[in-house]
Nanobody
Framework: QVQLVESGGGLVQAGGSLRLSCAAS????????MAWFRQAPGKERDFVAAINWSGGSTYYADSVKGRFTISRDNAKNTVYLQMNSLKPEDTAVYYCASRSGTYYPSEFSEWHYWGQGTQVTVSS
């Protein structure tokens, strides 16, 4: 069984920054890819960013490229999402995800394990 617990969400003004964390337990964290997705009210769950097992390769949605940075600390079983230059359209519940294998797709249905989510609200 895999447990993922997100933290770090909150309310921030446009242009501000937040850092999300996702603590993993229950499996060998360091050998699997990790990702962040987000879901705004009434919308589908969208891909935000992904990182491979070592942290040496990352992948971003176009909407966050240059503003968000995904990273991981395998010694702490934690993945992070640093969010800078936040915009009101970044408002959503942010979810951490994990999957078996080495591939890290942008389709949410291909990720096997999910956290409970953390709310990020960006005011204009």
């Amino acid at each position: 069984q895999v447990q993922l617990v997100e933290s770090g969400g909150g309310l921030v003004q446009a242009g501000g920054s937040l850092r999300l964390s996702c603590a993993a337990s229950g499996r060998t964290f360091s050998i699997y890819p990790m990702a962040w997705f987000r879901q705004a009210p009434g919308k589908e769950r969208d891909f935000v960013a992904a990182i491979n097992w070592s942290g040496g390769s990352t992948y971003y949605a176009d909407s966050v490229k240059g503003r968000f940075t995904i990273s991981r600390d395998n010694a702490k079983n934690t993945v992070y999402l640093q969010m800078n230059s936040l915009k009101p359209e970044d408002t959503a519940v942010y979810y951490c995800a994990s999957r078996s294998g080495t591939y890290y797709p942008s389709e949410f249905s291909e990720w096997h394990y999910w956290g409970q989510g953390t709310q990020v609200t960006v005011s204009s």
